[in-house]
């Protein structure tokens, strides 16, 4: 799949392709300007790729990181807007969202906070009981104890309805124990796809005296080198080694940071 930009000279998406499987939750990882919202457009069906396709099966429902809402509109009015113009509409599950986290139906949408503005868009899109959820940078406005709690109920709709997640962020530590799969993202294009537990297992970091080459066959992701010592991030699987080099799992913020160098 590719996505062309305004100047053909500069792609916004290139070569990206991967499957998900259904009722997984997927995160999609990369810097600002990766390429991140302009997947998720994609895939929402707003932005047509210039070449390849996509293909999601069922309903779709898509929190765009800005969250437009007209701000005249009060909540009670956003959720009226969600049962005229969605064919499925849950109401009473877009409600139950909304007094999970005590937001006033009266209140104008200009007149909310940032995080309560999340919290109507969610209950908005969670409504129309969609199959696939895409939500791009959803936490951004919310406090970390919010975001946590916000996580786990997003997990349970997942569990719950069978739902299919896929969500945009930068900040890996959003990720940990959350997603099952991972799409790191680099100037457009897709630098790692696959489930998390199984990327972790495949990268090692070996670690030892200062050397020209990798102590370990397989792919290396990233080198560094001192005076007297070299380490190197191999995609080997966890291969033994003896001394002096020594070797483990990286984490998966080491893991993203080491593709995103390699990357650049």
């Known amino acids: 799949m ?101 937001i006033p139906r009266k209140l104008q949408i200009e007149d909310l906070s940032g995080g309560q503005r999340t919290h109507v868009v ?44 896929i969500f945009s962020t930068h900040v890996v530590a959003e990720i940990g124990g959350v997603a099952d799969r991972l799409l790191l993202m680099s100037n457009g294009r897709l630098l790692v796809d696959g489930e998390t537990d199984a990327l972790l297992e495949e990268h090692v970091l070996y670690t030892g005296p200062h050397a020209s080459k990798s102590p370990v066959e397989g792919p290396v992701v990233l080198a560094k080198h001192g005076r007297s010592q070299s380490s190197y991030l191999v995609r080997s699987g966890g291969t033994r080694i003896d001394e002096p080099w020594t070797a483990r799992y990286v984490t998966l913020e080491e893991l993203v940071v080491a593709h995103l160098e390699r990357g650049q």
Do not use: C
């Open 2 to 102: 590719s996505v062309v930009a305004a100047d053909v000279s500069k792609w916004s998406l290139r070569n990206v392709s991967f499957e998900l499987p259904p009722g997984s939750v997927t995160a999609i990882v990369g810097s600002n300007g990766s390429g991140k919202t302009t997947l998720l457009n994609v895939l929402a069906g707003h932005l047509e790729p210039e070449s390849g396709h996509t293909s999601i099966a069922g309903r779709v429902a898509y929190v765009a990181q800005h969250k437009p809402m007209y701000k005249s509109f009060k909540v009670a009015n956003v959720l009226q807007f969600g049962r005229r113009m969605n064919e499925v509409w849950d109401n009473d599950r877009a409600e139950q969202w909304l007094d999970r986290y005590r």
């Open 122 to 165: 969610l209950a908005l899109a969670l409504g129309s009981r969609p199959d696939v959820l895409l939500l791009d940078e959803p936490l951004a406005e919310l406090d970390p104890l919010a975001r946590r709690k916000v996580v786990r109920e997003l997990l349970t709709e997942v569990n719950d309805n069978g739902m299919t997640l």
